[in-house]
């Protein structure tokens, strides 16, 4: 049985975590910075709705698993001369799903400043813990006093996040009596691609049982990969990409400094590297590996290895013994061969002891042994030990950088000892992981602004109570809202929402379709990837390094947006 309003789910006493107070003269002057708002979202608006939509993939499949919210068409905040009934009430719940991005504070204040200014007398419920919140019933009622501490500051501690998801029966009925006990007109769901496509379910759920809660979607992500047209880019990409970027630039004036260190930097995106593309057009490494590139030419281990040392060979002939590398986190993912050993190895040692004379190993495939055997010896035993509690191997914990690094030293004097290459320098390599440094920093002024718009935009979708399509009497929909034209002055950015099931798919598990929205990857006849693959070359051999420092809030380089997004809406050469 769902724990009652009465015992919040066993939360503790309302108070806020933080204290102003004791904030450093940039955290408090971040307290008091104003936001500036699209025109659309301070004037009177309408909703202009826009073709029925379809489906990123298999729109037969979408349509069976969302028939109540399939083919909703997206949704248009434009300029109107009367505003919307204020007279309403609104009781709404946010929650924050997943992993932290820069700027979720702000979308929560956004939402309360919207729901003040235009709905007054609102609530607004902050589940705590993620959707764990939600099922429990814990939550907290935020107001300006609590809310305050939290404007332009960095991480999720306001609610805190949770990686919950709500999906079985049961729990999708403490959901719906969560929703009933508070009385909720709506739930905003701060999350990535898994926790909105959950969210869409949670929607269509309350849809078909004929509940009043509407469900709107925000795209937060560091790794940059939930977008599509509507929504360009998702929030908390552009701070992350900018702490990476002060750090990398760092290590590469030590590079320089000390003239012998080779520094292989991985950095966050499991799925795709949109990180480790926009910090390498930020700073100009050496090399970058771009996974989706090591895919499409199929590229092994060896030929990443190879290109490696080929740049460190020709960089000493130049006199050139350092240098910078980046790396995504999910480069292993990327690589066939890889993922081919890695299943075989989970099948095998599902059954086999692993023992001393190595017998088990003729159970490999001819391809998968020589990929073992090529690998160095302390990856060979990571492999072999690092099991998750259902026997697997734990790719996630594979230090890339760290395995890069021993195989290029293996293949360098393996050139040497063969007499295939005259290398006369001396290799040193030193490894980083760039990741949750990034997670949580002050947002950018883009960031800040981007996310309070965000918020004002989800109150504004759910006190029209529609898409257009759908009554507010007893309706529920789904929308990630949108804010767009982001190369503009933030005054022409453009506002609505856009159908969550248009940008699904499906994925066969155990025997079924589940909906998934595609995640967005590096594409490699896109803008900001012909960008770096036409400098590269270049800058493999030369050092035009760049450093540059930390974020800026004031001043000519302040509001300055990441090279990805001014590359992709076609405002950047």
Same mark, same amino acid.
């Given at each position: ?328 986190? !999910? *480069? =292993? ?6 993922? /081919? +050993? &890695? ?6 040692? %599902? ?116 898409? !257009? *399509? =759908? ?6 929909? /789904? +929308? &990630? ?6 190369? %503009? ?85």
């Amino acid at each position: 049985m769902s724990p009652s309003i009465d015992a919040n789910g066993g939360a503790s006493a309302r108070n806020s975590g933080r204290f102003a107070g004791v904030y450093s003269e940039v955290q408090t002057s971040r307290l008091n910075h104003s936001l500036p708002l699209p025109s659309v979202l301070k004037s009177p608006f309408k909703i202009v709705e826009g073709p029925p939509s379809s489906a990123a993939g298999n729109p037969g499949e979408i349509a069976k698993l969302f028939p109540n919210l399939f083919g909703q068409p997206s949704a248009m905040l434009v300029p109107s001369e009367s505003a919307l009934p204020s007279d309403q009430k609104l009781k709404i719940g946010v929650v924050l799903s997943g992993g932290q991005a820069p700027g979720g504070h702000n979308v929560i204040s956004g939402i309360f400043d919207y729901l003040q200014n235009h709905v007054k007398g609102s609530t607004l419920y902050g589940f705590k813990g993620g959707p764990a919140g939600i099922m429990k019933c814990k939550y907290v009622e935020l107001d300006s006093e609590f809310i305050y501490p939290y404007r332009n500051q960095g991480g999720f501690d306001m609610i805190c996040s949770g990686r919950d998801k709500i999906e079985t029966p049961e729990q999708f009925k403490q959901a719906e009596e969560t929703a009933v006990k508070l009385d909720l007109d709506g739930l905003f769901v701060i999350g990535g691609d898994d926790s909105n496509t959950n969210a869409c379910l949670l929607a269509e759920n309350f849809r078909g049982k004929n509940m009043k809660v509407r469900v709107i979607g925000c795209p937060k992500t560091i790794d940059g990969d939930l977008k599509c047209k509507e929504v360009p880019t998702s929030f908390g990409f552009d701070t992350a990409c900018k702490i990476y970027a002060e750090m990398i630039g760092n290590v590469m004036i030590d590079a320089r400094s000390t003239g012998k260190y080779y520094h292989f930097v991985r950095l966050m995106g499991r799925a795709a590297s949109h990180i480790t593309l926009e910090c390498a057009l930020q700073t100009h490494p050496n090399i970058t590996i771009i996974g989706e590139e090591v895919a499409a030419k199929k590229l092994t281990l060896k030929n990443v290895t190879d290109y490696i040392v080929d740049v460190v060979c020709k960089r000493a002939e130049l006199g050139y013994n350092y240098g910078v590398i980046l790396i995504p986190e !999910g *480069l =292993i993912d990327f690589i066939p061969e890889v993922q /081919h +050993l &890695i299943a075989e190895l989970n099948e095998i040692l %599902a059954h086999e002891i692993v023992d001393d004379a190595g017998l088990w190993k003729k159970k490999l495939t001819n391809q998968s042994l020589q990929l073992f055997e090529f690998l160095p010896p302390a990856i060979q035993e990571q492999l072999m030990l690092e099991r998750d509690p259902h026997g697997n191997v734990q790719v996630a914990k594979i230090e890339t950088e760290k395995m890069l690094i021993q195989m290029v030293e293996t293949e360098l004097e393996k050139r040497k000892s063969e007499g295939t290459y005259k290398y006369e320098g001396h290799f040193k390599g030193q490894s980083h992981f760039f990741g949750y440094e990034g997670r949580c920093g002050l947002p950018t002024n883009f960031d800040a602004t981007y996310c309070y718009a965000l918020g004002f935009a989800a109150g504004a979708l759910l006190q029209s109570g529609k898409t !257009g *399509l =759908i009554s507010s009497v007893g309706s529920s929909f /789904h +929308l &990630i809202i949108f804010v767009g034209n982001l190369a %503009a002055p933030v005054e022409e950015w453009t506002v609505g929402g856009t159908a969550l099931t248009s940008l699904m798919d499906v994925e066969r598990r155990h025997g079924k379709f589940k909906p998934v929205i595609k995640k967005a990857m590096v594409e490699l006849d896109g803008a900001p990837f012909k960008k770096f693959a036409s400098v590269r070359d270049e800058w493999a051999l030369k050092n035009q390094y760049i450093s540059p420092g930390p974020i800026q809030f004031n001043g000519p380089a302040s509001d300055a947006v990441n090279h990805t997004l001014l590359l992709e809406l076609g405002a950047h050469a």
